[in-house]
């Protein structure tokens, strides 16, 4: 696998591959330390091959597992610590891996985790033990299962290849023009993200340092911009929310990055707004929009946005397709609909993934296979809106009720089914509340199984608490409404369209 090949390459020479708040691993370090631990999972499970569960932050040592997981020939699935403990412990039970690893404090009550000092131990007992070539996941093979939220309430499980993210990371090398110098990137979404891919494989591929910023630092702003200041930017990698949470703060323009040379952005609707302020406070900044469903590993199009492009566009582009990818745009027959019509975004290439891990159901809903001119393509339906204008592909919100909030991916079901499971809760309905074109918040509206006399807010504040136990935080709506029951339409079934009226 390329970035394992180019790991060793760096490896001979002084490179950081990874700095967590002051805690560095070279590439040396990094390329040993993941011999070590592959070469104890292919000797203590030589006829296993399931995915190793890694549940923990942004710790160097994931860093490890993860690569140490790729060179045992084994995919890794990374559960950030704001996965609920609920939700860990379902996809544990769905995956049923033979390895789990928990760098956290919590109790995810599975048998035979293995915990940091037991990692430890095993790279002490494996010290200067290597791995041939021929373990390393090849060719078909998974390297990450990236769990994203689900609308049964279950997440569903996107199995990203080898070869997919061969055909992302050539194509993204060439795109950006990062050179290989060991200058910073930031590394700042949680692993479970597929953004975080994006520095990680980007990143190692052409000998960078990863710079992390942990959950506990972005909890603090003035810590964030501390580490900021320290790290020699050079390129941005982040969703526009977190940028404009960054731009709420004066200092953070040119000075506390005066070597800055991208921004990258993805994940979400990049306001022209934003794109303006960065202008002025990162002059000379190379900006860059780009779009993708994690389905089609990370990124499908990007576009430098141009003052050109800035000054004529009142939504900005999402940008050209990826080489060697084919983007089209489908009425709802699947029939290709004209530039500057509006359809979803269909995305045929090397870097779509072969389905959802364990659900042939949903991968059948949304993935297919087809030949186009003698060469056969992996497809995928994204749900996903959008139109071409002279060759570019514009974004216009999505097909169904996946939406994005503060950069987070969430399908309203999923909040919905889990709000179900809440003690006293009969029905509900979540819904985005939309300012400026933007989403602001959520707000459930809920039937309560029996009335009660608490005021609204009291059983808000209730539901919340309970609600706390399913869900991450980012997913939990801001302010409820208890109703006595929901308007309906003419099928019998609720009448969104009537309640968002009410938040109007
Ligand atoms: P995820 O799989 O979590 O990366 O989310 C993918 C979804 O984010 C896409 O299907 C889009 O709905 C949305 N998205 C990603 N990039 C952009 C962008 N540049 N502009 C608008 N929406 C985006």
Request: hydrophobic share 35%; net charge neutral; with cysteine.
């Amino acid at each position: 696998m390329e970035i394992l090949y180019k790991m060793k390459e760096y490896a001979k020479q002084e490179r950081i591959a990874i700095n967590c708040e002051g805690e560095e691993l070279t590439y040396r370090e990094l390329d040993k330390l993941s011999d070590e631990v592959a070469s104890y999972f292919i000797k203590k499970y030589p006829n296993d091959k399931s995915p190793i569960i890694i549940c923990g932050n942004k710790e160097n040592l994931i860093l490890v597992l993860m690569m140490g997981a790729l060179k045992s020939g084994r995919a890794y699935i990374p559960l950030d610590v704001t996965f609920p403990v609920e939700r860990v412990k379902q996809v544990i039970k769905e995956v049923n891996p033979k390895i789990v690893i928990n760098l956290t404090d919590r109790d995810l009550e599975v048998p035979n985790v293995y915990t940091k000092e037991n990692i430890e131990d095993i790279i002490a007992k494996y010290s200067g033990n290597k791995v041939s070539e021929d373990n390393w996941v090849s060719g078909d093979d998974n390297c990450y299962i990236l769990f994203t939220s689900g609308s049964t309430g279950k997440p569903k499980g996107v199995q990203i290849s080898k070869n997919n993210l061969d055909s992302f990371t050539k194509w993204f090398t060439e795109y950006l023009k990062v050179g290989n110098e060991n200058t910073a990137i930031l590394n700042q979404p949680s692993y479970s993200f597929d953004l975080s891919v994006m520095p990680l494989y980007l990143g190692l591929l052409n000998g960078k340092k990863l710079f992390s910023l942990s959950k506990k630092t972005l909890e603090n702003m003035r810590e964030t911009f501390d580490e900021l200041k320290k790290s020699d930017m050079r390129l941005w990698i982040s969703t526009p929310a977190f940028a404009s949470l960054c731009m709420q703060d004066d200092s953070f323009r040119k000075e506390l990055m005066p070597n800055l040379e991208t921004m990258y952005f993805i994940g979400e609707v990049l306001p022209p707004k934003t794109v303006a302020l960065l202008r002025e406070r990162f002059p000379n900044v190379r900006i860059i929009n780009s779009y993708g469903p994690t389905e089609a590993t990370v990124a499908i199009t990007a576009i430098d946005i141009t003052d050109e492009i800035l000054e004529g566009n009142k939504e900005l582009p999402i940008g050209y397709p990826m080489d060697g990818s084919i983007i089209i745009v489908v009425d709802d027959n699947g029939k290709e609909v004209q530039d500057e019509e509006k359809g979803e975004i269909v995305i045929l290439g090397k870097s779509v993934s072969k389905g959802y891990y364990l659900n042939d159901e949903m991968t059948k809903k949304v993935f297919f296979d087809r030949e186009i001119e003698g060469v056969m393509y992996r497809g995928y339906k994204s749900g996903d809106m959008g139109y071409y204008k002279e060759n570019i592909l514009y974004f216009c919100g999505r097909k169904d009720f996946q939406i994005k909030l503060n950069g987070f991916r969430i399908e309203l079901e999923d909040i919905e089914n889990n709000l179900r499971k809440v003690t006293n809760i009969k029905n509900t309905v979540v819904l985005p509340v939309n300012k400026e074109g933007k989403i602001s918040h959520l707000v459930a509206f809920v039937i309560l199984e029996k009335e009660n006399t608490l005021s609204n807010l009291k059983n808000t504040l209730i539901i919340k608490e309970e609600l706390k136990k399913y869900l991450p935080t980012y997913m939990i709506p801001r302010n409820m409404k208890i109703m006595k029951e929901f308007p309906v339409n003419s099928n019998d079934k609720v009448d969104r369209k009537k309640l968002m009226e009410e938040i109007k």
